[in-house]
């Protein structure tokens, strides 16, 4: 049974906070930092033309979400930079989810869990509508349970922002944060049913 109940009506005094200072975000090599997604794939994605862009407060917490626990290659790896940029606006004001007051509104950790993500991205767009910029939130794949996720809310696709500070992604970064690197599997252990 799920927990997590509709987005209310009012969000007037729902807590809040401000974005934090640093961000950061796994990404290919070579793509752009900046993109905030609308096709229904994220927790969080707004209906077009608006989207979101998924970040973290750290590094462990970008990898994690990234890799979704993995296993991974060390070619995924090796094709990814950790990204660490500034926020857009400073001052954004995000619904903080975490915070003991969200309670009242009906928020639970399901926010962060649920599948399929039909309901969070409803809370979503009740956040926005009600003037938020984003969504501070836990993590799915974080189980230090702490507003290490950061959802911005913009026009859907890639602005053309400062791609911030880049890292290039190694094996050693990526099992540090827990996730298996595996090579892949040789053709003649895997079985194809068709």
């Given at each position: 049974?799920i927990?997590?109940?509709?987005?209310?009506?009012?969000?007037?005094?729902?807590p809040?906070?401000?974005?934090p200072?640093?961000?950061?975000?796994?990404?290919?090599?070579?793509?752009?930092?900046?993109?905030?997604?609308?096709?229904?794939?994220?927790?969080f994605?707004?209906?077009?033309?608006?989207?979101?862009?998924?970040?973290?407060?750290?590094?462990?917490?970008?990898?994690?979400?990234?890799?979704r626990?993995?296993?991974?290659?060390p070619?995924?790896?090796?094709?990814?930079?950790?990204?660490?940029i500034?926020?857009?606006d400073?001052?954004?004001?995000?619904?903080?989810?975490?915070r003991?007051?969200a309670?009242?509104?009906?928020?639970?950790?399901?926010?962060?869990t649920?599948?399929?993500?039909?309901?969070?991205?409803?809370?979503?767009?009740?956040f926005r509508?009600?003037?938020f910029?984003?969504?501070?939130?836990?993590?799915?794949?974080?189980?230090?349970?702490?507003?290490?996720?950061?959802?911005?809310?913009?026009?859907?696709?890639?602005?053309?922002?400062?791609?911030g500070?880049?890292?290039?992604?190694?094996?050693?970064?990526?099992?540090?944060c827990?996730?298996?690197?595996?090579?892949?599997?040789?053709?003649?252990?895997?079985?194809?049913?068709?």
């Amino acid at each position: 049974m799920i927990s997590l109940r509709e987005p209310p009506d009012d969000l007037r005094g729902f807590p809040s906070s401000l974005v934090p200072g640093r961000l950061l975000r796994v990404c290919r090599s070579g793509r752009a930092t900046w993109w905030f997604s609308s096709d229904g794939s994220g927790r969080f994605d707004l209906v077009p033309p608006a989207g979101t862009c998924y970040l973290a407060t750290d590094a462990y917490a970008a990898v994690r979400e990234a890799s979704r626990l993995g296993p991974v290659t060390p070619a995924w790896a090796g094709a990814r930079e950790l990204r660490r940029i500034a926020p857009p606006d400073a001052g954004a004001r995000l619904a903080a989810t975490t915070r003991r007051g969200a309670g009242r509104f009906g928020v639970t950790t399901e926010l962060a869990t649920l599948l399929p993500h039909d309901l969070p991205r409803r809370w979503a767009a009740a956040f926005r509508s009600h003037g938020f910029a984003g969504i501070r939130h836990e993590l799915r794949h974080d189980p230090r349970a702490r507003p290490s996720g950061v959802a911005l809310f913009g026009a859907a696709g890639a602005p053309a922002w400062d791609d911030g500070e880049r890292q290039r992604l190694t094996t050693a970064m990526v099992v540090e944060c827990g996730v298996q690197i595996l090579p892949p599997p040789r053709v003649a252990a895997v079985t194809i049913v068709d």
